[in-house]
């Protein structure tokens, strides 16, 4: 990997960490819906226009095919975005920044799990011991964590693991479906399918008062910087490094994400996370197979997500 790649590989990572800051701050003035609704229409125009601007239109309309695949359009945007941002913002109105962005780590254990069983493949003790150390990896996070355990932050967590577990769902059926498909249309679409889902709700909890400078700017950095341009940056490294090398972000997001969380927030992590984290890292490496010192071969299952 060339250094330009690797900055541009630390960069996703930090700006898709920073996708949690930046929903911390506006959720609560924005809510949710709303927050999410205008986070995927206006990226997924800025996408749009791109698109436009750098392939032909025939050529969009021909590759999308509206008419046969606007069904797993709908599928792909719900548990891709709609379903799971909505989740995160939700879950952030309670947990802290740092707890938000660690627990959506545990999106790759879903998905090889979710693959596993779709593909009905054996699981293995090497995943069952992965997926056994992740659930003690979330015990350890919550549990030594600096929130004080309730129903609000217990309903908060389990949020932010359905919300990876349908990023999971929606890797999996994203690869089994959309093989065809470049990434920059996959992403162009399932934003606009999820802006779609989320119009109808979003339009019913609009904020009754205008939210401050500070949210709006937020969200504004929301959708240009942890959606739009990262979604570009992702597209980049997927052409130049791979999806093996690129899907390492996952490692990354967390680790930004509680950096981000520490400066700006003035959030406290504690032993107890750095311990969680470090077990669900151990956790993710178990399942994916991964080895240190040895060449890893490639794998056909890419994990990856917009955040």
Known sequence: MKPIQFGALLLLGAIWGASFLFIGIAVSEFGPLALMFVRVLLAGMILLVVAYLTQRQNSIRKTLQLRENWRKYLIVGLFNSALPFTLIAFAELKLTVSLAAILNSTTTL?????????SNEKLTR????GVLMGVIGVSVLMGGGPLAINTGVIIAAVASLMAACSYGAATVYASKNFTGLPPMYASMVQLLSAAILLAIP???TIPPILPSSKAIIALLALILISTAFAYLLY????QNVGPTRTASVTFLVPVFGSLWGILFQGEVFNVGMLLG?????????LVLGIRIGKPKGKRS???SKGL
């Open 202 to 204: 979003a339009a019913l």
């Open 235 to 238: 597209f980049y490294l997927l």
């Open 277 to 285: 984290m470090a077990i669900i890292f151990t956790s993710i490496g």
């Open 110 to 118: 879903f998905t090889v799990l979710i693959a596993t069983a779709w």
């Open 126 to 129: 090497r995943k069952l011991l």
């Open 301 to 303: 299952l890419k994990v």
